[in-house]
C-alpha cells in the first residue's frame, strides 16, 4: 500500500502543476489540455468496449454516445472558466479529488465489508471516507480561496451545500464504479499504463468526469448561483 499511495501522490503531484498551469496559463491551455484529456479518455473506452463487444452497430452506437458526452465534458469545463473563473473549476475538481483520495485511504486502512460486486476493492468504509474527505477537503478549500482572493467566492455552506458536495462524493464513486464495471468486463485491471500507480488516464478522472456534469447540473437545479 506504501509504494503504490507513494507513486499515486508523486503522479497527482505533477498532474496538479499540469492542471494549475493551464488552468490559470490562459483559455486557450485550459482548452487543449481539457480537449487532450478527453481524448486520451476516449480511446481507453475505445479499448475496452473493443474487448467486451463483438456486435458491431452496438459498439459505435456506443462510441457515438461516449464521444458526445465526452464533447459536452469538455464544452461544459471551458465555459465554466470563462463564464465563471478559474476557482469553480477548482472546487469542482478538488470535490472529486477529495473523493478519490479519501475513498482509497479510509478503504485501505480500515477495510470491511464490501460495497458491491462489480469492485471488489471497493468498501462501505471507503463511501463514507470518500463522502467526509469531499466535504471537509472541499469546505478548507472554499476558505482558502476566499483568504487569498480580493473577490471571495460567493459560495455560503449550508444545509444544501453539504448535501450537493455528499453528491458530488455519490456522483464521483458512480464514475469509478461505471468504469470499473467495464474494466471487469473487459478483464483488464486498468484501463492503460500511462499514469504510474494509477493505471490509465480513464482510471484517475473516471470521477470527475461522471460527477462534474452531472453536479453543474444538481447544483443549479438546488437553486444556487455562481
Known amino acids: 500500500m506504501i509504494s503504490n499511495l507513494l507513486k499515486r501522490t508523486i503522479t497527482s503531484f505533477f498532474l496538479i502543476i499540469i492542471l494549475f498551469f493551464c488552468l490559470y496559463y490562459s483559455d486557450l491551455s485550459w482548452k487543449a489540455l481539457v480537449i487532450f484529456f478527453s481524448l486520451l479518455c476516449f480511446y481507453e473506452f475505445f479499448n475496452l468496449i473493443n474487448k467486451i463487444y463483438k456486435n458491431k452497430f452496438f459498439t459505435t452506437i456506443l462510441f457515438l454516445l461516449i464521444g458526445l458526452y465526452l464533447y459536452f465534458f469538455h464544452f461544459l469545463l471551458v465555459r465554466l472558466k470563462i463564464e465563471f473563473g478559474e476557482e469553480v473549476i477548482l472546487i469542482l475538481l478538488i470535490s472529486c479529488i477529495f473523493s478519490d483520495i479519501g475513498g482509497y485511504v479510509v478503504g485501505k486502512l480500515i477495510g ?63 464514475g469509478d464504479l461505471i468504469v470499473s464495471y467495464f474494466k471487469r468486463k473487459a478483464n483488464v485491471k486498468d484501463t492503460g499504463n500511462l499514469l504510474p ?16 456534469p452531472f453536479g453543474v447540473l444538481i447544483f443549479f437545479f438546488l437553486g444556487f448561483s455562481l
Open 112 to 174: 470491511g465489508p464490501k460495497l458491491t460486486s462489480i469492485s471488489p476493492n471497493k468498501t462501505i468504509s471507503g463511501a463514507l471516507g470518500s463522502i467526509i474527505f469531499t466535504i471537509i477537503g472541499t469546505s478548507l478549500l472554499v476558505f482558502f480561496l476566499n483568504k487569498i482572493e480580493k473577490n471571495p467566492i460567493l459560495l455560503e455552506f449550508s444545509f444544501l451545500i453539504y448535501v450537493w458536495l455528499i453528491v458530488m462524493s455519490v456522483l464521483c464513486q458512480l
Open 197 to 212: 500507480g494509477h493505471g490509465g488516464i480513464l482510471d484517475r478522472v473516471d470521477g470527475i468526469i461522471f460527477a462534474v
